[in-house]
């Protein structure tokens, strides 16, 4: 009758141990995470201003929108000069929630700056915030956009500001 060396048993034991973690690591997968909408655009698309102004009028104006997307936090810097009779200009940050790998939806928190007189987002300069949507056609560098800015105390009576924007961006 054979005998079994302990000294063999020992080491099988460890390879078979070393053997079964390697599987396991390998064969463990963590689950997929969306991120948020790759990149950084630069667009162009309408205005809408939602409240009246001083002179009891909505405004319309061209918004040119640009978005920096810092690729290591999920945080933006955008900016959005609307362009009409007068110019108003609202850089934000914003905190980027992914939907999926296509889609975010965000809120931003900035101030509003018009220049000259009456615009989509008031007439003096105040807080706002920007909450919006971004969605990157697939296959393309083009980015749709959406979002409303809400400045606060954005009239030189008194009272807040709201418009809507949108339009199409070209990602880089």
């Known amino acids: 009758m054979k005998q079994f060396n302990p ?3 020992q080491i099988s034991a460890i390879v ?4 079964m973690s390697v599987g ?3 064969s463990t997968q963590t ?3 969306a991120q948020a909408a790759y990149g950084s655009y630069v667009g162009i698309g309408p205005s809408f201003g939602l409240t009246r102004g001083a002179d009891d ?6 918004v040119v929108s640009g978005r920096y997307k810092f690729l290591t936090a999920p945080i933006s810097a955008r900016a959005q000069v609307l362009v009409g009779s007068n110019v108003a200009i609202v850089p934000t940050i914003s905190y980027d929630i992914p939907i999926n790998w296509q889609t975010d939806v965000y809120v931003g928190a900035g101030v509003a ?4 007189g009456e615009t989509p987002i008031g007439n003096k300069t105040s807080f706002a915030i920007q909450p919006g ?8 560098n083009v980015v749709l956009f959406g979002n409303a ?4 105390d954005a009239y030189k009576r008194g009272g807040a500001a709201a418009s809507l924007q949108g339009g199409v961006g070209l990602r880089f």
């Open 7 to 9: 000294a063999f048993l």
């Open 16 to 19: 078979s141990g070393a053997a």
């Open 24 to 26: 396991l690591a390998f």
């Open 31 to 33: 689950p997929a995470s």
């Open 57 to 62: 009028e909505r405004k319309i104006s061209a």
């Open 113 to 116: 700056i018009p220049i000259g």
């Open 133 to 140: 949507i971004d969605y990157s056609l697939p296959n393309s």
């Open 149 to 152: 800015i809400i400045s606060f």
